[in-house]
């Protein structure tokens, strides 16, 4: 399991603190959203030289988005490129998500995931696009094309398979069309947290002792069923093609993985989730927390699948309809990332003056 770090900031990267956590915590990757930028840009004087400058030039806000964003991912791409050397490129990866306004529009995803990795042109970098259905022949295309990419907001078993069928499409244009396989990789983002924050909530509601029983179980259930279908998936004689033709495994990434309820210890979503081909992206604090007490004991994912299937069974016997749930989430999801984005570009706009 590869620890990537849930966050980025030009703080971070001027300070010295991503270099820090890569030296002492075994940070080997960074992923990003329209949230953390937003955040980032609205605390502190570290944008400040950069917007005066794109104010002067007169550049509209939609430009200076880009501008901004694509800046700290080069930075943190190079701080990260010794990693990605070390490993072959299985690590030291960054991550940049396309608009998430485009979310719902497949050939927009495609033009600015191009657009993108033009503009940040390294080789560590990942296009993140979500797996809504509009975003899954873009993400065929992008890696059709050569072009990396973490596909992100994943919340559903069947969605979680879509989108491992649209990574090895794209490999088999991207085959076809004569690119090098094994310079293209990508994690599949499936969240975590998220899961049992709107089932508890349904079970709360419910009251019962048969609901309590059930608080807390069904995100590690959902990740671990997802564990399983990539196995599924990587044993099938289509992937055995692709990947004895050079293809790299594309990664369940854990997204979402800092505890949303205090009565959670705040490591299970790690120490619940360590399996060998993966990926826990984690902000800071969850970082620490498990170097200081996260109880490691290995595998805790194998062995799981039978009672992993069993939660969901018994959810059902209590009216909570898995497809709801997960439907719910990824409209939330993609939802709650423009809002984020929308706060991004006002923070902008008020920066140039505009």
């Not at 398979?161 to 994690?187: C, F, N, P, T």
Request: glycine fraction near 8%; charge should be negative.
């Amino acid at each position: 399991m590869s620890v990537w770090l849930d966050d980025i900031s030009r703080d971070r990267l001027r300070t010295g603190n991503l270099q820090s956590l890569i030296d002492d915590y075994h940070v080997v990757g960074v992923t990003s959203n329209p949230t953390i930028f937003a955040k980032a840009l609205s605390s502190g004087s570290a944008y400040d030289e950069q917007l005066a400058d794109l104010r002067a030039r007169g550049v509209t806000v939609e430009e200076a988005s880009r501008a901004i964003t694509t800046y700290d991912i080069r930075w943190g791409c190079d701080v990260l490129r010794p990693v990605y050397d070390a490993t072959g490129g299985l690590d030291g990866r960054v991550s940049l998500e396309v608009d998430p306004r485009l979310a719902r529009d497949t050939e927009k995803t495609i033009a600015e995931a191009r657009a993108l990795w033009w503009m940040v042109d390294r080789p560590n970098l990942l296009i993140k696009i979500p797996a809504t259905r509009e975003g899954l022949p873009a993400i065929a295309r992008c890696i059709s094309e050569g072009i990396s990419i973490n596909v992100t907001l994943i919340f559903s078993l069947e969605r979680h398979g879509e989108v491992i069928d649209a990574y090895m499409a794209g490999l088999e244009q991207a085959k076809a069309a004569g690119h090098d396989l094994s310079k293209i990789r990508s994690v599949a983002s499936f969240f975590v947290s998220r899961v049992d924050t709107e089932v508890d909530a349904r079970l709360d509601k419910l009251g019962t002792p048969e609901a309590h029983a059930l608080r807390g179980k069904a995100a590690l259930a959902n990740a671990r069923l997802a564990y399983e279908l990539f196995e599924q998936k990587c044993a099938t004689e289509r992937w055995q093609a692709l990947a004895a033709a050079g293809a790299n495994t594309q990664r369940p990434l854990w997204a979402s993985t800092s505890v949303k309820d205090p009565s959670f210890g705040d490591t299970m979503y790690v120490v619940e989730l360590v399996v060998s081909d993966t990926v826990n992206t984690m902000p800071e604090g969850t970082i620490k927390a498990t170097a200081d007490h996260g109880e490691l004991i290995g595998d805790t994912v194998h062995g799981t699948y039978d009672a992993s299937r069993k939660v969901f069974a018994d959810l059902a016997e209590l009216g909570i309809g898995y497809d709801d749930v997960v439907q719910v989430l990824e409209d939330e999801g993609v939802s709650k990332f423009e809002a984020s984005w929308k706060e991004l570009l006002d923070t902008i706009r008020t920066n140039l003056g505009q």
